[in-house]
């Protein structure tokens, strides 16, 4: 079935565009797909339609900044973890039921692609994902940034170039677009940067603002899965093991799929994820 869309407003006056891919029979729970860090929810297209052909109703939500997001960072306007957590991810969800007819109870499942499973995993701790009857998370190539559980270039690239977006977001106000984004993360929020970049330094969410989320994350008990591709530089299983600390009473399951489509191939080429998705549901919410 065509893709139908949604505009959502955010309290800081900008709006995002999220993307509905219906299903046949509304039977199996709800799919929010996030994206990683630079990444538009166009590129996500294929794994939404092949979950909702498969009988999963599916949105697509956008991190604010990115994609049809008409957010823009600024020295005066900037957004963090928490911002995203408490409105872009409830708000997207909301939104995502009232299009489909779908009750505020009914079940949903985070598809969370790195930066999206950081911010989905503070997430999960919130009273609004209860509400919503959030019951689960996998990840795909979501993990901490976390330099020690890096190797090699990877290891040394980060650990500089998490320390240089820190430097320049505090001068600048904001982390620009242009040659010093390597990466290709696009125009990114100071505040994001910062609490992004001490992540990296520390594997600590204590210095997040917003939240006490050192102490709600450990109240997280819903299902929760961190998977990376087998040649995922961006990803290690030392990655996921770090994010996978931070919500020790949802037993979180930690685990590598073959196939090599990367840190980002995957969402283009579905049949990999999509599976260990319907098999996710199907043994830990029985659904």
Known sequence: MATTEVEISLPDGSTSTVLLYPAQQQEHPLVVIWPGFGMGAHYYRPIAQWLADRGYPTAIGELRGQGSSTAVATRAHTWSYHTMASEDYPLTISAAKEAFGLGRDYPVVLLSHSMGGQIGTLFLSSPAARALNVRGLMGVGAGSPYWKAFDGKTRRTL???????????????????????????????????????????????????????VEALLRVTVPVLYTRFNNDDDCTLASADALAMHVPSAHPRVEQLEGGLGHNRWAREPEVVGRRLIRFVEEELGA
């Open 159 to 213: 650990r500089v170039g998490a320390t240089l977006m820190d430097a320049v977001s505090r001068v600048m106000g904001y982390w620009p677009a242009g040659p010093l984004d390597i990466a290709n993360y696009g125009r990114q929020a100071r505040a994001h940067v910062a609490e992004w970049a001490r992540l990296s330094r520390t594997n600590s969410v204590a210095h997040i603002a917003g939240e006490d989320y």
